[in-house]
Nanobody
Framework: QVQLVESGGGSVQAGGSLRLSCAAYGYTYSPPCMGWFRQAPGKEREGVVVIYTDSGSTYYTDSVKGRFTISQDNAKNTLFLQMNSLKPEDTAMYYC?????????????????WGQGTQVTVSS
């Protein structure tokens, strides 16, 4: 059973930076599709960025392009999200997710494993 544990959330002022981490464990074969999703109060969960770890392919939602960067460690057991130039509209609960797949997947409904979430709050 894949287990995911996020950390690194917090409160920052607009323009600041945060780095989220997602520790993945409990598997024999690492799920190749991993990503970060977020959900703000009263809104649907949305994809922020996903990665197909077998190829390194990524997909970023338009609102974070140029500001957020996804990465992973060489052992592929920790996923990171570097968030720069944060805006108040980035405020949300951020979730790490993973699934077994054969190509890059962006839709949240296709992800089977989820962390508990970490809160990011950006003040103006």
């Amino acid at each position: 059973q894949v287990q995911l544990v996020e950390s690194g959330g917090g409160s920052v002022q607009a323009g600041g930076s945060l780095r989220l981490s997602c520790a993945a464990y409990g598997y024999t074969y690492s799920p190749p599709c991993m990503g970060w999703f977020r959900q703000a109060p009263g809104k649907e969960r949305e994809g922020v960025v996903v990665i197909y770890t077998d190829s390194g392919s990524t997909y970023y939602t338009d609102s974070v392009k140029g500001r957020f960067t996804i990465s992973q460690d060489n052992a592929k057991n920790t996923l990171f999200l570097q968030m720069n130039s944060l805006k108040p509209e980035d405020t949300a609960m951020y979730y790490c997710a993973a699934t077994y797949c054969s190509s890059l997947q962006y839709r949240a409904v296709l992800y089977n494993y989820w962390g508990q979430g970490t809160q990011v709050t950006v003040s103006s």
